[in-house]
């Protein structure tokens, strides 16, 4: 069991250690360029699914449009988790031997159960999503595919990266998001993202009310930009953190 | 012990009474910022006493000098003008004079029938031949009156039928009084509609009377107390008007006297009729009328009891349409009848907004004699050139519903005076309806030439008492803006229309048909303009008492938080006693000087409105403010800036955060309209915030507690949501559930089935929640078990039997079996209406007078129970027996100790929220039962959070035994219990507690809109309007939501705290108090200021000003409920109960 994955405060007897989350605890470097390479390639990818790729717009027909969207996005954020998880397990230096095949089978062999997790876990965030905009006001029974729908895009931006990353790993979950503690560098990039969408999907509600009568007011449409664009907000603040700042202070203390 | 008890206890008393006095000068401070805000912002119409008279016309020369008409030479090429025709009376005899002929103008019609028919909404009154309007669901109401469109069908020249479109506020007084007077009853007029007064303007009904003319009435008592001494004493049948739920007391009584009276006055007429045209005041003897009023309110009461689509409005119309059938046959030629309604009603069948369904009525006119004389479509090229060149206000004709004229309700005022002859009230500023005039001709000579003259010499004679009066107006109140406006606007459009009179006077020929209808769409075009001008102006603002009233809350809340920080900082001291002195003496003191102005510096004032009155509320307010702070520099060496910039908590950053939403959202007028549901959005921000939060709590117990409240708490907040009054700008976006369906009154019996459950449920939960803490002790067992489940029950039979009531009469109106049903129906219902209020009077005397006299003899839940002591007892002295004090082998423990202040004080809170319980309307009655749930959620939501800390802190103090923190506390537990940070109210739970007392105002079915009060509850438990007990029933059940918070607001503090004397209770409770003052104070002072900085905002009177209005009455009533019941009564009890109880113990 790494370090790592203690919490700061002494556990107490009721408390479940939580087991690690992935093997390695030798992440200490944040490559710059590769994982800004990896965002901006994300970032435009998710750009191409909700604005270019389906034929119908969104302003149009939101449902007709989030269903491909969301389709397309499911394999962008597939594609992305697998090329980051790439580049931390090289990163981790566990298999020196480069070749992609090894790489690839080192990702399965590691992350394979991660990722067959994420899938049901996204969809489990969907259903909560769907049920916090109910929650929130959003219409209980009518509607019902926009709010499902909305909820499955808010799901893959904002719950599929930490799914593949923390599996159903419940302590780790709470101490990332419950508590606020990102520690490694992976954690970081997933925290501020995450927090990001979801808080720019809250702050999209704010234009629903107003008089203007504008095609774009209409639910789902300005949390979906909303949360789309909180998504890039938080994936270019977690580059500057994780730049700027590194691994928490925690995790270098028990290293040492 | 003792002698510290008691010096406490004496401290106690000495610091609560000030705190009280704190609060009443905090609730001062808000009076008078309201006060003087409101007598800037609305402001009432200067009433003109000036009356018409019959001998003087209002007509103006060209320098705007009074003219008296006889010494002009009036120079004509036509002869049948007025002036003319005054040339050739002799103006001594004035009798004479008005008889043959009439005053200002021949009168055309001798007698007229007015009916007017309660909220007869325009479109009941119109022909609907659109299949699909006719199967939709709303066909209760419509298609209902044929009478109407028989009549334009079969006698288009003797019948007309206008869209009548009031203006706001819809309420029958103001109605009544613009149908009188001519005038724009001013907003502020709206709350006086249960006390009528006599009118003292100059208004048709003295008119009639001055010229000795017969005024028979029926109906409405609202026009009796409008016109005390004008009516004919034998021919006034007032019903009383406000039983609202009694459909036809009011109606029948006036159809038995209606046919009768209309015949009377028949009979004389033909039996008389040489001696008509002789002399009038024959008659006085007689019984014979000249007007006969008549107001129906059947229909009125319908739309408020069931909403418009029910069979009982069916029928109510059947029986209107009958009766005007009846009145139509019964008249004679020489009258004109008028039917129209004073406003409409909206979909749920109440009025008093501005909304459109509550503003458009209808107007029929009819007369057996021909009324129009429109051959070749004069009018409507008229109407067409006065459309073109307007550029506001309303068009002549609206295409809802087909294409209809649409008038002015004013309108009628102009018309009927000069149709029968009198002088136009002075203050009127209608304008005559064109269509009546284009036919008057003296030898039937049907010349369109004549015509046009005729209806030309009309208009002009309206705009020029128009004219006069503005002019008046203006000379008699030079500081209004209307003065400027008319001088500059007005003055140039009548000078501009009579030069052109007078050119077209003087030139020889016979003027041009085209050059007529210019001059007289000039004409017309000045009456709209003057109307849209005075509609605008008409609350004129004051700016220097708007600025004042902003001054003094906003300086309010600055005092207030001032304060909280202050206690704050001194955790030990804290001196209301001294703060309400100085602020005592500097009131006094700024009065005085205030005063002392306004005697000595006179001149000052002249360039303000300020009254003596506002100027010494002003300076007293400022007076006692400025004191405060001064008092505050002194004590705290004030300015004290902090050495670095404070760390804010997420929790604290959250609460500032929903401050600044709350107030910015008046900056806008779809998020104040929306506030309900960004209410709805901010509360369960901070509910999944919390339930997110709560998955870091280590604690397996208190996480799962945590979360389960928290989910309770957003379901709740999810139920409350759910019910709602939609208010008309909403529409599209908002489906009304709070009643069976949008366009009802009624309560679905869903609904009463879960009001019947919540009878079992409610006190069950507080059952439950009591035994948590085992303070299921003392008082509240008996209350809960038998006071409080038996007012719900009463209460939800009183609204099932409502209900069956309501379901009964439809099926009367079903059967239309009327002879067998209504004997048996009406005696079934009074013995129903008997018990039915019986019930509910018991359950209002249960709440106020059996609860609080048994609260107030034992307030507290506390039970001792005496137990052997065992040494396994001592130990495991977790839960139950926090105190135990050994006596010689026995131990006394105190049920309920944990929670001694929290549980009495809920078990006060009950007993209020029985009493607002009642008060609500079924829907009303759950959404306040889930409003208690929720409050409990909310306290052990807000319990679970300290505990979380308090473990925390516990378990860093054990767990980091370093050296540093050994020399500060030897223990943990010795240091949690010094330290009683975590335990005091943070701001969040205070900004919740206002959001939930908002949100729950929405949810009881009201809306910022005068017309969402539910006028309706004023009636439960009586059978006659009472003006105390119904205005006092309308008001708890406005504002229950906001009384039931603000009552619950020392629960923040008093729930889970044991008894401690370390524990800085008292002061605890100012801070919950005053921070909850603070949040609404400047919630309320925003709504204040925006609706003033928007005072010219098309929306304002729509959105801005009544969220003002609820704004500051919300303000003043949560002021008053803390310091009169809350810490007046409620913890003044519970904390001098308790001191006495533990006293009693020691000893």
């Given at each position: 069991m790494s370090q790592r994955d203690k919490p700061s405060s002494s556990t107490s007897p009721n408390e479940i250690v939580p087991p690690p989350f992935h093997n390695s605890s030798t992440i200490t470097k944040f490559h710059p360029i590769s994982h800004t390479l990896i965002t901006i390639t994300q970032l435009i990818l998710s750009t191409l699914c909700l604005l270019y790729i389906p034929s119908t717009k969104l302003l149009d027909d939101p449902v007709r449009c989030l269903n491909v969207t969301t389709m397309t996005l499911f394999f962008v954020q597939f594609l992305i988790e697998s090329s980051r998880w790439l580049l931390y397990l090289q990163g981790d230096g566990i298999e020196t031997n480069k070749s992609i095949k090894a790489m690839l089978k080192n990702l399965i062999e590691h992350k394979g159960e991660n990722f067959a997790h994420a899938l049901w876990i996204t969809l489990f965030g969907a259903f909560m999503f769907h049920l916090i905009a109910i929650v929130f006001g959003a219409p209980a029974i009518d509607d019902v595919l926009h709010t499902m729908l909305f909820a499955l895009y808010i799901s893959l931006l904002a719950i599929y990266p930490p799914a593949c990353a923390f599996k159903n790993h419940g302590p780790i979950w709470a101490r990332v998001f419950s508590d606020g503690s990102p520690e490694s560098i992976p954690e970081k990039l997933i925290y501020y993202t995450t927090v990001a969408t979801v808080v720019g999907a809250w702050l999209g509600a704010i234009v629903i009310p107003l008089d203007w009568d504008r095609p774009w007011q209409v639910w789902p449409i300005p949390c979906v930009i909303g949360g789309f664009v909180g998504h890039i907000v938080g994936s270019i603040i977690s580059l500057f953190v994780c730049y700027f700042s590194g691994e928490g202070d925690n995790i270098q203390k028990k290293r040492e | 012990m003792h002698p510290a008890r008691s010096q406490n206890a004496n401290n106690f008393y000495k610091n609560h009474v000030y705190l009280i006095f704190f609060c009443f000068w905090i609730l001062l401070l808000h009076l008078g910022g309201i006060y003087l805000f409101t007598r800037g912002f609305l402001l009432t119409r200067f009433v003109l006493d000036n009356h018409s008279e019959?001998?003087?016309?209002p007509l103006w020369d060209n320098d705007n000098n009074y003219n008296?008409?006889?010494?002009?030479?009036?120079?004509?090429?036509?002869?049948?003008?007025v002036a003319a025709r005054f040339k050739q009376k002799d103006p001594k005899n004035q009798s004479n004079f008005f008889n043959s002929d009439g005053c200002w103008y021949p009168k055309i019609f001798k007698k007229a029938v007015i009916i007017i028919i309660d909220a007869l909404r325009f479109d009941f009154a119109i022909p609907h031949l659109n299949k699909q309007i006719q199967n939709s669901e709303s066909h209760y109401y419509l298609n209902k009156l044929p009478i109407f469109n028989q009549l334009l069908k079969t006698q288009p020249s003797n019948s007309l039928l206008f869209q009548y479109v009031a203006d706001p506020p819809t309420t029958t007084l103001q109605r009544l009084k613009a149908l009188t007077t001519g005038t724009l009853p001013t907003f502020i007029d709206a709350g006086s509609n249960f006390a009528g007064y006599a009118i003292d303007e100059d208004n048709l009904i003295d008119q009639f009377k001055n010229l000795g003319m017969k005024i028979a009435f029926m109906g409405d008592d609202t026009w009796v107390s409008l016109f005390p001494n004008q009516f004919d004493q034998n021919m006034t049948h007032p019903f009383p008007s406000f039983n609202v739920w009694d459909l036809h007391t009011v109606d029948n009584g006036i159809l038995n006297l209606l046919g009768p009276t209309l015949k009377l006055g028949n009979d004389k007429k033909d039996s008389s009729l040489t001696q008509t045209h002789s002399d009038f005041s024959d008659y006085s003897n007689s019984s014979q009328w000249d007007i006969l009023i008549a107001h129906f309110l059947g229909v009125d009461h319908c739309g408020h009891r069931y909403g418009p689509d029910h069979p009982a409005m069916a029928e109510k119309l059947g029986q209107m349409d009958d009766m005007i059938r009846d009145v139509i046959r019964d008249i004679d030629d020489n009258t004109v009848v008028f039917i129209m309604g004073d406003h409409g009603m909206d979909s749920k069948g109440d009025h008093g907004g501005d909304s459109d369904e509550e503003l458009e009525s209808a107007l029929f006119m009819y007369s057996k004699k021909r009324l129009i004389h429109d051959s070749t479509n004069i009018l409507s090229r008229i109407y067409q050139k006065l459309d073109a060149i307007e550029s506001h206000g309303s068009k002549s004709f609206t295409k809802k519903f087909g294409t209809w004229r649409s008038i002015p309700q004013i309108d009628l005022v102009p018309t009927l005076a000069l149709l029968l002859g009198i002088p136009i009230p002075f203050n009127n500023l209608g304008s005559v309806i064109p269509e009546v005039f284009l036919s008057y001709s003296e030898d039937n000579d049907l010349n369109i030439n004549k015509q046009l003259i005729n209806l030309l010499d009309v208009t002009r004679l309206n705009v020029e008492q128009v004219y006069q009066y503005i002019i008046e107006y203006s000379l008699q109140q030079p500081s209004t803006e209307l003065s400027k406006d008319a001088i500059h606007v007005l003055r140039n459009m009548f000078d501009h229309a009579e030069s052109k009179y007078n050119l077209l006077k003087n030139s020889p020929d016979l003027p041009l048909i085209d050059d007529l209808e210019d001059l007289i769409v000039l004409y017309l075009s000045f009456l709209k303009n003057t109307l849209f001008i005075c509609r605008r102006l008409w609350a004129q603002f004051d700016l220097p008492l708007i600025i004042s009233g902003i001054c003094v809350l906003i300086s309010s809340c600055l005092c207030i938080g001032l304060h909280i920080t202050r206690n704050k900082k001194n955790s030990i001291t804290f001196d209301n006693q001294i703060t309400v002195m100085y602020a005592l003496i500097g009131g006094s003191f700024g009065a005085v000087f205030s005063l002392g102005i306004i005697k000595f510096i006179d001149p000052l004032t002249i360039g303000f409105s300020f009254s003596t009155f506002d100027f010494t509320i002003f300076g007293a307010s400022f007076g006692s403010m400025i004191a405060f702070i001064i008092h505050y520099i002194i004590s705290n060496s004030f300015p004290i800036l902090p050495k670095k910039f404070p760390f804010i908590s997420f929790d604290t950053f959250m609460s500032i955060f929903f401050l600044i939403i709350h107030s910015f959202l008046f900056a806008s007028n779809s998020f104040t309209i929306f506030e309900d549901r960004i209410t709805v959005f901010l509360l369960q921000t901070f509910g999944l915030f919390t339930f997110f939060k709560a998955f870091k709590i280590k604690n397996k117990g208190l996480r799962l507690k945590l979360q389960f409240f928290t989910f309770m708490y957003l379901l709740a907040t999810r139920i409350a949501a759910y019910s709602t009054i939609c208010r008309e700008e909403q529409i599209p976006y908002c489906t009304s559930t709070f009643y069976i369906s949008p366009t009802s009154t009624v309560s679905s019996p869903l609904t009463l089935i879960i009001l019947t459950t919540m009878t079992v449920f409610i006190p069950f939960i507080i059952c439950r929640l009591l035994k948590l803490s085992e303070s299921y002790n003392g008082i509240a067992p008996l209350w809960i078990e038998f006071g409080l489940r038996g007012g719900l029950i009463l209460s939800s039979a009183y609204w099932i039997m409502d209900n069956l009531d309501s379901n009964s009469t439809s099926s009367v109106i079903v059967n239309r079996d009327e002879t067998k049903f209504n004997t048996t129906d009406l005696i079934f219902n009074q013995s129903w209406k008997w018990f039915k209020n019986f019930i509910v009077r018991f359950a209002f005397g249960l709440s106020t007078i059996v609860g609080t006299v048994a609260w107030s003899t034992s307030p507290l839940c506390l039970e001792l129970k005496i137990i052997e002591t065992d040494e396994t007892l001592n130990n495991s002295s977790s839960q139950s027996a926090e105190k135990q004090t050994k006596h010689s082998g026995k131990a006394i423990e105190i049920l309920g100790y944990k929670n001694a202040f929290g549980a009495s004080y809920f078990v006060f809170l009950t007993i209020i929220y029985l009493l607002l319980f009642i008060t609500q309307k079924p829907m009303g009655g759950i959404m306040l039962s889930i409003a208690l749930c929720q409050l409990i959620c909310l306290l052990e939501i807000i319990d679970a959070k300290r505990n979380a800390y308090e473990l925390n802190v516990v378990k860093k103090l054990s767990s980091k035994d370093d050296e540093k923190y050994v020399s500060n506390a030897s223990s943990s537990s010795n240091s949690y219990t010094n330290n009683f940070q975590h335990k005091s109210t943070k701001f969040l739970d205070v900004v919740i507690l206002s959001l939930l007392s908002s949100l729950y105002f929405f949810s009881t079915g009201h809306q910022a809109t005068l017309s969402s009060i539910q006028w309706s509850v004023g009636f439960i438990g009586i059978e006659e309007l009472n003006y105390f007990i119904s205005s006092s029933l309308v008001t708890l059940n406005t504002l229950s939501s906001q009384i039931l918070f603000s009552l619950a607001v020392p629960l923040l503090t008093f729930w889970n705290i044991t008894p401690n004397s370390d524990y800085p209770l008292f002061q605890e409770l100012t801070r919950s108090i005053l921070m909850y003052i603070f949040y609404n104070g400047i919630v309320t002072t925003s709504s204040v200021f925006w609706a003033a900085f928007f005072k010219?905002?098309?929306m304002v009177w729509k959105v801005f000003a009544p969220r003002f209005m609820l704004g500051g009455i919300n303000l003043l009533t949560m002021d008053l409920v803390i310091c009169a019941l809350s810490i007046g009564f409620g913890c003044w009890k519970i904390m001098k109960e308790i001191t006495k109880y533990f006293e009693i113990i020691y000893k």
């Open positions: - | 019959c001998s003087k016309p008296n008409v006889y010494n002009i030479k009036y120079d004509y090429p036509w002869q049948n003008t010219r905002h098309l």
